[in-house]
């Protein structure tokens, strides 16, 4: 079974930068390329919302609220998507997830904090 490993998470200082990875295990490279990739957040007390996700093959589909600071990136060789976040403010504290979806089937990862405090 395809499984999803998030990484690249922490603390960081309001107008800080950081780079969340997520690998898909247990996959071959035709797998992973089958699958549409994208990142998902989570507030405390909120739902969790789409931040970045790729649409048909090299477009992309940004959220308003992180438009210009955040970037969604892959690797198609490493089976790897990234989550670029720049000028990152408290408001984008939150859990990180990654998330895989071919048709009905959708696989998420486990999860990755980052807090955004001074």
């Known amino acids: 079974q395809v499984q999803l490993v998030e990484s690249g998470g922490g603390v960081v200082q309001p107008g800080g930068s950081l780079r969340l990875s997520c690998q898909m295990s247990r996959a071959i490279l035709s797998t992973f390329i089958q699958y549409t990739m994208g990142w998902y957040r989570q507030a405390p007390g909120k739902q969790r919302e789409l931040v970045a996700t790729?649409?048909?093959?090299?477009?992309?589909n940004v959220a308003d609220a992180v438009k210009g600071r955040f970037t969604i990136s892959k690797n198609n060789s490493r089976k790897t998507v990234y989550l670029q976040m720049n000028s990152l403010q408290p408001e984008d504290t939150a859990v990180y997830y990654c998330r895989g979806t071919k048709g009905e089937t959708h696989y998420w990862g486990q999860g990755t904090q980052v807090t955004v405090s001074s």
């Open positions: 790729f649409t048909d093959g090299s477009n992309t």
